[in-house]
């Protein structure tokens, strides 16, 4: 299988190198959006891609979007990606991992919505009673689902820095009271209809993050990626039990073995051995045959 750790493009310029997605200008309307293998973990780019990765997340993006486009409108233009560039290699580097999209403004937020206790929110739990600040009832355990999904936003953090959680008082301070609501009303229903979809796939959405952008008149769309393995933390229904973290589709896998490795989470990240590897690109692959087939 064709790994892709970066793209070189020189049929377009660079606009900028993210932790999994290159972006390229190609007019003052669009721009092209490579989705390597690179993987971020704890927001540190691993230094060994995950074969295959990128053209999964693409897949399973256009599935959403299509899927998820009575919503709200996404950033996808219906360019493909092989008409805006000039060379055979070029070509080769974009073909199944690229979409061509709208240029627009990106809100300067990640919409999270948690709809099971686990993870950073389980942490939080324990300690606080509460998710992000928001109060929660006493007595809940691991992995539950959650009474109703909970809409806890963060800031968008530069490649190698943190992302932070911010209640939504501040959400609405970065966005405006208007928008604000407008994107947590967009991120639940994103959520509810996905998650509802999925378990009937067998899948079971614990939580996803999704990034918004708005055009000159100020509408609202869904760009980046939505709903992947990178994004979003998906358990197989039928391993499902209340009390512990269940064995995941997603990059989980990739950070279960970072946790164990002992790696204080800042740059550089270690080298993780080909069986995680291979076996975080198998995770990947199986949750698109199941969402998808």
């Known amino acids: 299988m064709a790994v892709l750790h970066e793209s070189n493009l020189s049929s377009l310029p660079l606009l900028h190198r993210g932790k999994v997605r290159d972006i390229y200008g ?13 993987l971020s973990a704890f927001d540190v780019i691993l230094p060994t891609p995950v074969p295959g990765k990128g053209e999964v997340l693409t897949s399973m993006s256009n599935f ?30 974009v073909q199944g991992r690229s979409f061509v999209v709208k240029r627009l403004k990106p809100l300067p937020i990640e919409a999270i919505v948690r709809g ?99 055009d000159d008149a100020g509408k609202l769309y869904l760009i980046d990626e939505a709903l992947t393995p990178d994004s979003s933390r998906f358990w197989p229904a039928d391993e499902y039990r209340v009390g512990s973290n269940p064995p995941s589709f997603d990059k989980q896998f990739v950070r279960d073995w970072l946790e164990s490795s002992g790696w204080n989470k800042q740059p550089p990240a270690p080298e993780a051995p080909t069986d995680v590897l291979l076996k975080t690109a198998e995770k990947y692959r199986e949750a698109l045959q199941r969402l998808t087939a």
């Open 116 to 214: 099971y206790l686990v993870g950073s929110g389980w942490k939080d739990y324990k300690k606080t009673g509460a998710v992000c600040g928001i109060q929660l009832p006493t007595g809940l355990q691991e992995a539950q689902k959650l009474p109703q999904p909970l809409f806890t936003p963060s800031t968008k953090a530069a490649v190698g820095e943190h992302d932070e959680n911010i209640s939504f008082e501040e959400a609405k301070n970065l966005l405006g009271e208007a928008r604000a609501n407008e994107v947590k009303d967009a991120t639940l229903r994103l959520y509810t209809e996905a998650a509802d979809y999925a378990l009937t796939r067998g899948i079971i959405i614990a939580d996803t993050k999704f990034e918004f952008g708005v």
């Open 26 to 38: 190609v007019d003052d309307q669009h721009l092209l959006i490579v989705q390597t293998d690179r």
């Open 64 to 93: 959403w979007f299509a899927r998820l486009g009575h919503v709200i409108p996404n950033h996808l233009s219906g360019i493909a990606p092989e008409e805006v560039v000039k060379t055979d290699a070029d070509r080769a580097q």
